[in-house]
Nanobody, 115 residues
Framework: QVQLVESGGGLVQAGGSLRLSCAASGIIFGISAMAWYRQAPGKQRELVAHISSGGLINYADSLKGRFAISRDNAKNTVYLQMNSLKPDDSAVYYC?????????WGQGTQVTVSS
Protein backbone atom coordinates (compact mmCIF):
# COMPACT_ATOMS: atom_id res chain seq x y z
CA GLN A 1 0.00 0.00 0.00
CA VAL A 2 1.40 3.35 -1.05
CA GLN A 3 1.41 6.09 1.55
CA LEU A 4 2.59 9.66 1.24
CA VAL A 5 2.46 11.54 4.52
CA GLU A 6 3.00 15.29 4.45
CA SER A 7 3.99 17.34 7.45
CA GLY A 8 5.32 20.77 8.28
CA GLY A 9 2.39 22.95 7.32
CA GLY A 10 0.94 25.59 9.58
CA LEU A 11 0.35 29.26 10.12
CA VAL A 12 3.17 31.68 9.40
CA GLN A 13 3.44 35.43 8.96
CA ALA A 14 4.24 36.94 5.59
CA GLY A 15 7.97 36.87 4.99
CA GLY A 16 8.43 33.76 7.07
CA SER A 17 9.54 30.26 6.11
CA LEU A 18 8.25 26.74 6.34
CA ARG A 19 9.69 23.39 5.43
CA LEU A 20 7.33 20.70 4.27
CA SER A 21 8.22 17.03 4.37
CA CYS A 22 6.66 14.07 2.60
CA ALA A 23 7.53 10.59 3.80
CA ALA A 24 6.82 7.86 1.28
CA SER A 25 6.24 4.16 1.78
CA GLY A 26 5.05 1.37 -0.45
CA ILE A 27 6.95 2.64 -3.49
CA ILE A 28 10.48 2.29 -4.74
CA PHE A 29 11.34 5.83 -3.80
CA GLY A 30 14.66 5.97 -5.61
CA ILE A 31 13.07 5.52 -9.02
CA SER A 32 10.05 7.70 -8.38
CA ALA A 33 9.64 11.24 -9.56
CA MET A 34 8.35 13.40 -6.73
CA ALA A 35 6.50 16.68 -6.79
CA TRP A 36 4.68 19.22 -4.70
CA TYR A 37 1.38 20.71 -5.79
CA ARG A 38 -0.87 23.20 -4.10
CA GLN A 39 -4.52 24.10 -4.24
CA ALA A 40 -6.05 27.27 -2.89
CA PRO A 41 -9.80 27.60 -2.28
CA GLY A 42 -11.66 28.06 -5.54
CA LYS A 43 -8.57 27.45 -7.64
CA GLN A 44 -7.20 24.51 -9.57
CA ARG A 45 -4.41 22.39 -8.21
CA GLU A 46 -1.11 23.65 -9.56
CA LEU A 47 2.41 22.32 -9.75
CA VAL A 48 4.83 23.91 -7.32
CA ALA A 49 8.01 21.91 -7.90
CA HIS A 50 9.11 18.61 -9.38
CA ILE A 51 12.22 16.52 -8.84
CA SER A 52 13.03 13.52 -10.98
CA SER A 53 14.53 10.29 -9.73
CA GLY A 54 17.85 11.57 -11.04
CA GLY A 55 17.57 14.89 -9.24
CA LEU A 56 16.48 17.14 -12.11
CA ILE A 57 14.34 19.96 -10.74
CA ASN A 58 11.64 22.17 -12.19
CA TYR A 59 9.69 24.93 -10.49
CA ALA A 60 6.63 26.93 -11.30
CA ASP A 61 8.03 30.10 -12.83
CA SER A 62 6.38 32.33 -10.23
CA LEU A 63 8.05 30.47 -7.36
CA LYS A 64 11.62 30.29 -8.57
CA GLY A 65 14.00 31.75 -6.04
CA ARG A 66 11.68 31.39 -3.07
CA PHE A 67 10.93 27.66 -2.97
CA ALA A 68 13.37 24.75 -3.06
CA ILE A 69 12.59 21.06 -3.50
CA SER A 70 14.96 18.34 -2.43
CA ARG A 71 14.90 14.63 -1.76
CA ASP A 72 16.64 12.21 0.56
CA ASN A 73 16.47 8.75 -0.97
CA ALA A 74 17.90 7.16 2.16
CA LYS A 75 14.92 8.48 4.12
CA ASN A 76 12.31 8.07 1.36
CA THR A 77 11.45 11.71 1.92
CA VAL A 78 10.99 14.76 -0.27
CA TYR A 79 11.12 18.28 1.11
CA LEU A 80 9.87 21.70 0.12
CA GLN A 81 11.62 24.67 1.65
CA MET A 82 9.47 27.76 1.33
CA ASN A 83 10.95 31.17 2.02
CA SER A 84 9.65 34.74 1.87
CA LEU A 85 6.13 33.42 2.08
CA LYS A 86 3.25 35.57 0.89
CA PRO A 87 -0.47 35.43 1.67
CA ASP A 88 -1.00 34.19 -1.90
CA ASP A 89 1.02 31.08 -1.00
CA SER A 90 -1.78 29.99 1.34
CA ALA A 91 -3.10 26.65 0.12
CA VAL A 92 -3.22 22.95 0.80
CA TYR A 93 0.09 21.51 -0.32
CA TYR A 94 0.08 17.99 -1.71
CA CYS A 95 2.89 15.54 -2.24
CA UNK A 96 2.84 13.50 -5.43
CA UNK A 97 4.81 10.42 -6.45
CA UNK A 98 5.01 9.12 -9.99
CA UNK A 99 6.30 5.68 -10.78
CA UNK A 100 5.74 3.39 -13.74
CA UNK A 101 2.87 5.47 -15.14
CA UNK A 102 1.12 5.45 -11.76
CA UNK A 103 0.54 8.56 -9.70
CA UNK A 104 -0.02 8.73 -5.97
CA TRP A 105 -1.11 11.58 -3.70
CA GLY A 106 -0.77 12.47 -0.08
CA GLN A 107 -3.61 13.85 1.99
CA GLY A 108 -2.23 17.38 1.94
CA THR A 109 -1.00 19.81 4.53
CA GLN A 110 -2.44 23.28 5.07
CA VAL A 111 -0.20 26.30 4.75
CA THR A 112 -1.65 29.63 5.83
CA VAL A 113 0.30 32.85 5.46
CA SER A 114 -1.02 35.84 7.36
CA SER A 115 -0.43 39.40 6.22
Amino acid sequence: QVQLVESGGGLVQAGGSLRLSCAASGIIFGISAMAWYRQAPGKQRELVAHISSGGLINYADSLKGRFAISRDNAKNTVYLQMNSLKPDDSAVYYCNAHQNLRSFWGQGTQVTVSS
